[in-house]
């Protein structure tokens, strides 16, 4: 028997309130989760790891008084370590990597009391935009099977979406929170560069494209979660400006009139569909309604400089990712066999750069923040409005390489000649990018972005929308989704096979 059937009805944050209340028992909600992972994850492999035992125990004892105490969550299978728990980057040389350590982001998490369920299904590395990992298969989009729920945080999208939890940790590297937003009819915040931890063993991800955070049904849930868990580590290289006050003190404070700059094609690529196009429209009229004045904007890009610098910083990151991991295993070299043909042409192209192309790389990508910065500003614009991708959620491989395609790459692995491996790079990031227009630039500069989930197609399927403020202002963004929240609410919208109670 489910002992809260109602347990879908509410967020992180109306969960917690119900357990400090004692309206209901840690015990009864974490076992309300359990039995949601156990009979929704098979058709979706979101969750790849459990620690229900451990969750059971701990919520027995004691919860504590955090913030978030007794309430069910899950980790990203990425870079998210909690001691002794299986963590696996969706790699097969990872397979058996259980860390010694906890991350300081993980450590907050815990500190204001979620209790984390397990870890949930990435791409290898989270080189990608789906999560397909040869290691633990494709993860299902609940609002259709067969659909991609995108990546890299795909699984927590996935999670959530299907109600296994309330808000699941995710991380955003190219797109990876907003990219799952969308695809599964959530809401997804990418912070301001350092805004969060990334610590103890890593100085920052991606030489600074990478932040972590979540993926939540309610604009609240997101305020409330980074207000745990924001705010630098000793020893971090740079932090991100202090927010005024609470996160979670924006949520329903008055956004003012904003001037909205709207982009409605794509950043890095021309092709997005129509239903993304309608998506974006659709949301001018309605924050127009709301107020705010909505304005074309163009922002000064080399696009082909611009992305082949940021892919650069992938492939050198790659390579530096694949020498880490044979240094775990003990190995002096790293072994072919334990990586996907794509992820390990990635780390053989990122052998053939230089450290000046890499500086150089990193070098341009300050420059288009600063770019950016001084265009928004010359524009009066305090948001940027884009859709977030290119299309509604692809079917399942739709993003393989062709049989030619992994045959070349085969060939690659065996004689990897520079200029071969630069040339099929290119062609693949091409194919990798194309669904993701939007989104990168944005890890590039740093601002804060989101996804919203305001346009669902005629056969059902979530696409969302994207506003990046302006640097270090989180604060205009949740006003603005909280206001938009209240005026177009999506928290009900649920997949149709998981509208209705779950059966006992």
Sequence with gaps: MDPFSEYEAYDAVGLARLIRDREISAPDVVAA??????RRNPPLNAVITTTFERAHELVARDIGDGPFAG???????????????????????????????????????????LVVLGATNVPEF????????????VCANPWDTSRTAGGSSGGSGAAVAAGMVPAASASDGGGSIRIPASHCGLFGMKPTRARTPSGPI????????????????????????????????PGDPYVAPAPERPFLDEVGADPGRLRIGVI?????????????????????RLVTDLGHDVVPVRLPIDRATTVEAFLTIVAATTAASIDDVASLNGKRT??????????WVTGLIGRKLTAARVAAASNHLRMVGRAVARAMLAAGVDVVMTSTLATPPMPHHALDPSPAEQRLLATLCRAPVRSALMATFRQLAEVVLA???????????GQPAMS?????????????????????????LFRLAAQVERAQPWFERRPAHLRDPVPG
Excluded: M
């Design 126 to 137: 989270g080189l990608v935009p789906v999560t397909e990992p040869d290691l633990h298969g």
């Design 264 to 284: 409605e094609g794509g950043i890095f690529h021309d092709d997005v569909d129509a239903e993304c196009r309608l998506a974006v429209t659709a949301a001018g």
């Design 334 to 343: 790293a072994d072919p066999a334990g990586y996907e043909l794509e992820t």
């Design 71 to 113: 309430v069910p969550f899950l980790l990203k299978g990425l870079g998210h370590a909690l001691e002794g728990v299986r963590l696996t980057d969706g790699s097969r040389a990872l397979r058996d990597f259980v860390p010694s350590y906890t991350t300081t982001l993980v450590a907050r998490y815990e500190a204001a009391g």
């Design 452 to 476: 919203l989930p305001l346009h669902w197609t005629a056969g059902g399927l979530p696409v969302g929308v994207q506003f990046a403020g302006r640097f270090g202002d989180e604060a205009a």
């Design 202 to 233: 890593a100085a920052d991800g991606l030489f600074g494209l990478s932040v972590s955070h979540a993926l939540t049904r309610s604009v609240r849930d997101s305020a409330a979660l980074l207000d745990i868990t924001c705010g630098p580590e």
């Design 33 to 38: 989760a359990v039995s949601r992972i156990e």
């Design 435 to 445: 669904p993701i227009p939007n989104t990168p630039l944005f890890n590039i500069t």
